[in-house]
């Protein structure tokens, strides 16, 4: 069962006071994880990973995946996790192809480069923010390989769920990540909403995972309910030695490690993760139907998880967001400013502790205008 916390799911001066859908980010951590921390704080441990908590997580995530060599690393933020796992299988003349969407291309300030001295990110299109297998065999032979003037190719990394909300098959990250390997490229999986992804394909973590062809995976915890903690995942141990080196000399290794993974592991006992996940994915698919039967709205992307893409007339989220509601324009540089009919798309994002009451209330809001 799933905890709502102190959330105030009253109405204040006529508005309903949590129609926030900007981000999976904004909720709060179920109690569930509260009380996994407030054991952790019990009694003394050893620092940096080294305690009882830190390994047993580690051996559970093994667990999971059913990957019983795999090394798992914490860190407290995604782009730590994306930057330090490409990192450590990218040397810095090398080219790491991923989607023009992909949050290391467009949301983390340069982290990747910086990360590996270097290396160049080459931005891919494709259709609902997915690459095909087809669109990789093209750009790696185009960069070609073995010349000194060029960036030499060297990974591929995607996103499950996409920048789009959109979500690979199983089939089709085995294909991307098949054609990735006929060039000898390691494929990095950035899993923030992994999970989300995980719940609505029903297949295991292994088939969704280095079954398919991933050799190290961000595993997100933050944006499923965790105060902050990501896991990298490395199927193929082979770098496991570099990323904690990288690790340290990057800053993000904590000492009390123990309540990184005091987090993580309430969040995968009795399979809360899948749980707050598939609750999420729920309230998404409630508000689509809701907004599917609105005569100004027009979903954009097929919906893989808890995010939505929509388009309104400028006019509609103008008194939207008057009315109480929080979300985003999409792209970033879209403002309010403008034409009031013309379509402007949206982000909306459920998470954990989104409740049917808020979305009915952004559906409510929205069939007044």
Not at 100 to 123: M, Q, R, S
């Amino acid at each position: 069962m799933l905890c709502q916390g102190a959330l105030d799911t009253g109405a204040v001066a006529g508005q309903f006071r949590f129609m926030f859908f900007t981000s999976d980010n904004t909720s709060g951590v179920p109690a569930q994880v509260l009380d996994g921390l407030a054991r952790a704080n019990d009694d003394f441990a050893a620092g940096y990973g080294n305690d009882a908590a830190s390994l047993a997580l580690r051996d559970r995530i093994r667990n999971v995946f059913d990957a019983p060599d795999a090394q798992v690393f914490l860190v407290a933020t995604g782009s730590a996790a994306n930057a330090l796992a490409i990192a450590s299988h990218c040397p810095p003349w090398g080219a790491v192809f991923c989607h023009e969407l992909a949050h290391i291309n467009v949301d983390e300030c340069g982290a990747p480069e910086f990360f590996t001295n270097g290396a160049k990110l080459v931005p891919l299109q494709g259709a609902q923010a997915r690459i095909t297998p087809q669109t990789l065999d093209h750009a790696v032979i185009r960069a070609g390989k073995g010349g000194v003037h060029q960036v030499q190719p060297a990974m591929l990394s995607l996103t499950n769920l996409t920048e789009c909300g959109t979500r690979y098959s199983a089939t089709e990250l085995s294909a991307v990540c098949a054609q990735a390997r006929a060039h000898q490229l390691p494929v990095h999986l950035d899993g923030a909403r992994f999970t989300n992804a995980l719940v609505t394909e029903g297949c295991s973590p292994a088939e969704y995972s280095w079954q398919a062809g991933v050799d190290v995976l961000s595993l997100g915890g933050t944006k499923n309910g965790l105060m902050g903690v990501e896991a990298v995942v490395m199927f193929n141990p082979a770098q496991a030695w570099e990323f904690q080196l990288r690790r340290k000399r990057g800053g993000h290794l904590l000492s009390k490690n123990r309540y990184l993974a005091a987090q993580m592991m309430a969040w995968l006992q009795d399979d809360l993760w899948l749980d707050l996940a598939a609750h999420a994915n729920t309230m998404a698919a409630r508000l689509e139907n809701g907004l599917r039967t609105h005569p100004d709205a027009r979903v954009l992307f097929e919906r893989g998880g808890n995010m939505l893409f929509v388009e309104l007339p400028r006019a509609v989220h103008a008194r939207l967001q008057a009315a109480g509601a929080q979300y985003f324009l999409w792209p970033d540089h879209a403002t309010l400013d403008g034409p009031p009919d013309e379509p402007v798309a949206a982000r909306l994002v459920s998470s954990w502790s989104t409740s049917e009451d808020h979305v009915d209330a952004f559906l409510k809001a929205l069939s007044d205008i």
